[in-house]
């Protein structure tokens, strides 16, 4: 807990006038204190300012030790509000008055000193999440790097099947780094596929080629198949890395299509971090919702 040394001071002040008599003020910290060390050495003959000041002292010499005396002090005093004992004494009514005025300053105090943690707490919090995200960006972009990197080695391959199966590994890193829930390349009762993927609640099949030429009608004609025999909602998201003709598109849009096409040019816009990958698939099924062609090419 962290106090003030304004808090501090009016809490003493407070102290030293809600009691006239020291007898009453001992009995009230007797009572009020768990740490009975703190009155080793008090000279209870000495002014009451001295005999406060002298156990306040040696509570906040160690405060993470006595949190709990100390809270309870701030409480039990801010809490009073019956100086009916005061009245009966000389100048009564200036002193219940000057009691009320140190105990309402002690309220305002501890609100004043509450208001400062909490906003020190929370300053700490922005803080910590401000460093969680900068270190996870960090490394969020050095693994997009690592991934860009490794797929531009892979455009110097030679080796079609190779090549084909290293793409799908990056892939699969791609959506685990966009937090996508990949599922590996799997068989199902003879079908090939290269992946899927789950988005805002939808299940995606996914199928890569790295053909030399474009992807005709009769690739996406045998992915619309496989699409066909899960559920429903299930869309599929094609990529293909050098493009589609223009009839394979044609053809598979305007017809309630499935499907969804991406090239090695939106795939590039991902790695060089112009697009996250969600939007990107996102602003392609709006955009086929909407008006029924099944590639849209990202600005």
């Given at each position: 807990?962290?106090v003030?040394?304004?808090?501090?001071?009016?809490?003493?002040e407070?102290?030293?006038?809600?009691?006239?008599?020291?007898?009453?003020?001992?009995?009230?910290?007797?009572?009020?204190?768990t740490?009975?060390?703190?009155?080793?050495?008090?000279?209870?003959?000495?002014?009451?300012?001295?005999?406060v000041?002298?156990?306040?002292?040696?509570?906040?010499?160690?405060?993470s030790?006595?949190?709990?005396?100390?809270?309870?002090?701030?409480?039990?005093?801010?809490?009073?509000?019956?100086f009916?004992?005061?009245?009966?004494?000389?100048d009564?009514?200036?002193?219940?008055?000057?009691?009320?005025k140190?105990?309402?300053?002690?309220?305002?105090?501890?609100?004043?000193?509450?208001?400062?943690?909490?906003?020190?707490?929370?300053?700490?919090?922005k803080?910590?999440?401000?460093y969680?995200?900068?270190?996870?960006?960090?490394s969020?972009?050095?693994?997009?790097?690592?991934?860009?990197?490794n797929y531009?080695?892979?455009?110097?391959?030679?080796?079609?099947?190779?090549?084909?199966y290293?793409?799908?590994?990056?892939?699969?890193?791609?959506?685990?780094?966009?937090?996508?829930d990949?599922?590996?390349?799997?068989?199902?009762?003879?079908?090939?596929?290269?992946?899927?993927?789950?988005?805002?609640?939808?299940?995606?099949?996914?199928?890569?080629?790295?053909?030399?030429?474009?992807?005709?009608?009769?690739?996406?004609?045998?992915?619309?198949?496989?699409?066909s025999?899960?559920?429903?909602?299930?869309?599929?998201?094609?990529?293909?890395?050098?493009g589609?003709?223009?009839?394979a598109?044609?053809?598979?849009s305007?017809?309630?299509?499935?499907?969804?096409?991406?090239?090695?040019?939106?795939?590039m816009?991902?790695?060089?971090?112009?697009?996250?990958?969600?939007?990107?698939?996102?602003?392609?099924?709006?955009?086929?919702?909407?008006t029924?062609?099944?590639?849209?090419?990202?600005?």
């Amino acid at each position: 807990m962290k106090v003030s040394t304004v808090a501090i001071n009016c809490l003493k002040e407070a102290l030293c006038n809600i009691y006239w008599y020291k007898q009453d003020l001992k009995s009230f910290m007797l009572n009020s204190i768990t740490n009975k060390s703190v009155f080793l050495g008090v000279n209870w003959d000495k002014t009451k300012r001295e005999i406060v000041s002298n156990i306040v002292d040696s509570l906040m010499q160690k405060p993470s030790e006595n949190i709990g005396d100390i809270r309870r002090l701030f409480d039990e005093v801010s809490k009073i509000q019956d100086f009916s004992h005061l009245e009966y004494l000389e100048d009564g009514f200036k002193k219940v008055e000057k009691a009320k005025k140190a105990v309402a300053a002690l309220k305002q105090a501890i609100s004043n000193n509450d208001e400062a943690i909490k906003k020190d707490k929370l300053e700490s919090e922005k803080k910590a999440k401000e460093y969680e995200i900068n270190v996870k960006s960090n490394s969020f972009l050095a693994k997009l790097d690592e991934l860009k990197n490794n797929y531009y080695q892979l455009t110097l391959s030679t080796d079609a099947q190779k090549r084909g199966y290293e793409l799908e590994k990056i892939m699969y890193d791609i959506f685990v780094l966009f937090d996508l829930d990949p599922k590996a390349s799997f068989k199902n009762k003879g079908e090939q596929l290269d992946g899927a993927f789950t988005l805002d609640g939808t299940d995606y099949l996914f199928e890569a080629k790295w053909k030399k030429g474009f992807i005709d009608a009769s690739d996406l004609d045998a992915f619309k198949g496989k699409i066909s025999r899960k559920l429903d909602n299930t869309l599929g998201l094609f990529l293909s890395i050098n493009g589609f003709s223009k009839e394979a598109v044609e053809i598979h849009s305007n017809v309630r299509s499935s499907l969804i096409l991406m090239d090695g040019f939106d795939l590039m816009s991902v790695l060089e971090n112009h697009i996250d990958l969600k939007n990107l698939i996102l602003r392609k099924k709006r955009h086929a919702a909407q008006t029924g062609m099944i590639f849209y090419k990202i600005p």
